[in-house]
């Protein structure tokens, strides 16, 4: 049974940090990655990354995002720096095995002073 666990959002200042994790498992999964949905908007990519560890980002998020995986434990995280409330949204973290893609339950990024 696969399953996706995640860990790490909450609420940080403008211009703070959050790190945000995800454990995987039950399966082998080649592209990892997170998406995030904001009120009345479409669940969007921000990151991804795949095995060989090449990664893709949205151009809203280049430069302050860092995701990266441990392949070992079928973790991926994503590092969050100089936050800003348009960040604010559930994050969701994604892993696809060779039949399907997988979601986590969603972690609460809220960005406000």
């Known amino acids: 049974q696969v399953q996706l666990v995640e860990s790490g959002g909450g609420l940080v200042q403008p211009g703070g940090s959050l790190r945000l994790s995800c454990a995987a498992s039950?399966?082998?999964?080649?592209?990892m990655g997170w998406y995030r949905q904001a009120p009345g908007k479409q669940r969007e990519l921000v990151a991804g990354?795949?095995?060989?560890?090449?990664?893709t980002y949205a151009d809203s998020v280049k430069g302050r995002f860092t995701i990266s995986r441990d392949n070992a434990k079928n973790t991926v995280f994503l590092q969050m720096n100089s936050l800003k409330p348009e960040d604010t949204a559930v994050y969701y973290c994604?892993?696809?095995?060779?039949?399907?893609?997988?979601w986590g339950q969603g972690t609460q990024v809220t960005v406000s002073s």
């Open positions: 994604n892993a696809d095995s060779p039949i399907r893609r997988y």
């Open positions: 039950g399966s082998i999964f080649s592209t």
């Open positions: 990354i795949n095995r060989g560890g090449s990664t």
